[in-house]
C-alpha cells in the first residue's frame, strides 16, 4: 500500500476518474487514522480544516492549524498529518493533478506562473487563516467546488476548473511572495528518496544497508543524517510507519492480526504485538474493537 492507497482508504467522497484527477475526501484524526505519515506525491494538496486542532508538518517545519485554516501543498514537497496532544481534527483533502490545469499547446499561463509556482521560483504562502487578507476569496474556490460536487451536472468539470484557476488567479496575483523561502534541497530530495523507498518496501525485510545505498551514504553517515534530520532514528521511523499502515488494517479489513503483521514488515507475532502497544497503548486486538465502537 503507498501512501496515497492509505490516504484513499478513508476516501467517502470520489470527485472524477483518472481522466479528471480531482478527488476530494473527509478525514478525522484520531478516529480515522492517527496520522498521515510523511511523504510526497505529485500532486497538489489543499488540507482544508474543518473542525478541531491538528498538526501539519510540510519540509520539515510543524505548524499546529485550527479550524478554518487551508494549507496549499505543492507538488514534492514532503509533508504529514499528525494529531495534536489529545486533540481531534476533522478536515477535508482535496488532491488534483496540475495537468488539468495545462493547455496542450503551452502558453504564458503555464510558463511564467504555474511552472515557476510548482518549481519553487515563485512562492506562495502555505497556510491562509480566517481573517486574513483574500482568506475569504481562496476559501470561497474550495467551498464552490465542493458544493457543485454534490451533484457533478454535466460539464462540472469546467465549473471545477475555473475555481481552480481563479484559486491561482489569487494566490498568484494577490498572495505572491517578493522572495522564496530558503530550503535546504539537497537534503530534500535525499529524504525524499529515503521515504520513498520506505513507502514502496517497509512490508518486507529493510536493511540500513540497503536505505544507505539508494542515498550514496556509508551506513554511519546515513543513520547520523537521519536521525538529524527526522529527529528519530530510522528504525523507530520505520516501525512507526509500519504501525501506521498496521493500525488501518487493523480498522479496514477482517484479516487476521498474525497476517497484518506479516503484511506490513513484522515477521515475529510477539515483536508486534509488543511494539504496537508501546506505541498506541493498547494491543492491536483491543485496538480493533475499540474502533468497531466508534463506528
Known amino acids: 500500500m503507498n501512501i496515497l492507497e492509505y490516504e484513499n482508504y478513508q476516501e467517502k467522497v470520489l470527485h472524477g476518474n483518472p481522466l479528471f484527477p480531482y478527488i476530494t475526501y ?4 484520531p478516529l480515522d487514522f492517527p496520522n498521515v505519515p510523511l511523504h510526497w506525491h505529485d500532486e ?7 473542525k478541531g486542532i491538528g498538526t501539519i508538518t510540510v519540509d520539515f517545519k510543524s505548524y499546529t492549524v485550527t479550524a478554518g485554516t487551508i494549507a496549499l501543498i505543492i507538488p514534492g514537497q514532503l509533508h504529514s498529518i499528525e494529531q495534536h496532544e489529545q486533540d481531534r481534527m476533522e478536515y477535508e483533502n482535496i488532491i488534483f493533478h496540475p495537468g488539468i ?3 496542450k499547446k503551452t502558453d504564458t499561463s503555464y510558463t511564467e506562473l504555474l511552472a515557476p509556482l510548482l518549481s519553487g521560483a515563485l512562492s506562495v504562502p502555505l497556510l491562509y487563516t480566517p481573517g486574513t487578507p483574500h482568506y475569504s476569496e481562496i476559501a470561497a474556490c474550495i467551498d464552490a467546488n465542493d458544493e457543485i460536487s454534490r451533484t457533478n451536472p454535466a460539464g462540472y468539470q469546467f465549473y471545477i476548473k475555473s475555481q481552480l484557476f481563479m484559486l491561482f488567479f489569487i494566490l498568484v496575483g494577490k498572495c505572491r511572495l517578493k522572495e522564496p523561502p530558503k530550503k535546504d534541497y539537497k537534503s530534500l530530495e535525499k529524504m525524499k528518496l529515503i521515504l520513498k523507498y520506505i513507502e514502496n518496501h517497509y512490508m518486507d525485510k529493510i536493511t540500513i544497508a540497503d536505505v544507505a545505498g539508494e542515498v550514496e551514504l556509508s551506513q554511519s553517515h546515513f543513520m547520523k543524517y537521519f536521525k538529524n534530520t527526522m529527529g ?3 528504525i523507530d521511523y520505520l516501525n512507526d510507519y509500519r504501525l501506521t499502515m498496521a493500525q488501518r488494517l487493523l480498522v479496514s479489513s477482517e ?3 498474525l497476517d497484518i503483521a506479516a503484511e506490513v514488515g513484522f515477521e515475529n507475532l510477539s515483536y508486534f504485538n509488543r511494539t504496537f502497544k508501546k506505541h498506541f497503548h493498547m494491543t492491536p486486538r ?5 474502533y468497531a465502537k466508534q463506528e
Open 26 to 29: 473527509p478525514c478525522s484524526i
Open 44 to 50: 497538489m494538496e489543499l488540507i482544508y480544516i474543518k
Open 101 to 103: 490545469l495545462i493547455s
Open 232 to 234: 528519530t532514528s530510522f
Open 255 to 257: 484479516s487476521q492480526i
Open 286 to 290: 483491543e485496538y480493533r474493537r475499540q
